[in-house]
Structures are given as C-alpha cells and as structure tokens.
C-alpha cells in the first residue's frame, strides 16, 4: 500500500502552491491564505479583470516553456483544477 500525499495547499486564483512568503496581504496587510502574493495584494486581485481562460493560457504557457510539462498534460490540469479554485468558482461571490 501506497502512502498517500498530502494534498497542497493553492493560490485560489492561480493554482500555484503557497508557502509561507508566498501569502497575499488583506486591505489592513494581515496574510492572506486563500491566495498567493502575486494575484491579490492590499486586498484586491492584482489582475481584477482576467478571465479564468486568460489565467489558464498563462498558467498551461508557464507549465509547457519553464517547466517543461507536456502541453496535454499541462491542457488536463488547468483545466480539472481552476474550476475548483475559489476565485473562477462560478457560485463565488469574491
């Protein structure tokens, strides 16, 4: 039997995993864990106009050139993820 991973915890915007440095900051500059420095900061998205599709072609662009991911595979996890992330979740109010 195989030990089974923990699941990680993720930007709710862009997917990226978030580690301590990575949290954004809430209008008063308290951490924000539900998202990741770069796509909300002083509590507003960064980018409040960007499509969830506009994210996924960023994201699927960053996987396949700097990460070498294959473009299937990278077409596969954007697609499966994002919808379940808070911020593209169709019945969020954020």
């Known amino acids: 039997m195989t030990e089974q ?3 990680k915890v993720r930007c709710q915007s862009c ?3 978030l580690d ?7 209008e008063d500059n308290s951490e924000n ?8 900061a002083k509590g507003v ?11 996924i ?5 960053f996987m396949t050139v700097k990460l070498k991911i294959d473009e299937t595979k990278s ?3 954007s ?16």
Do not use: H, I
């Open 75 to 77: 077409r596969e996890f």
């Open 33 to 40: 864990r539900d998202y990741c420095r770069f796509c909300y």
């Open 57 to 61: 072609q960023r994201n699927m662009e």
């Open 15 to 17: 997917g990226v995993p």
């Open 20 to 26: 301590d440095w990575f949290y954004a900051t809430n």
């Open 79 to 94: 697609y499966a993820l994002y919808p379940t992330l808070k911020r593209w979740k169709k019945d969020s109010l954020d």
């Open 45 to 55: 998205f960064v980018e409040p106009d960007l499509t969830m599709d506009q994210m």
């Open 5 to 7: 991973q923990p699941l």
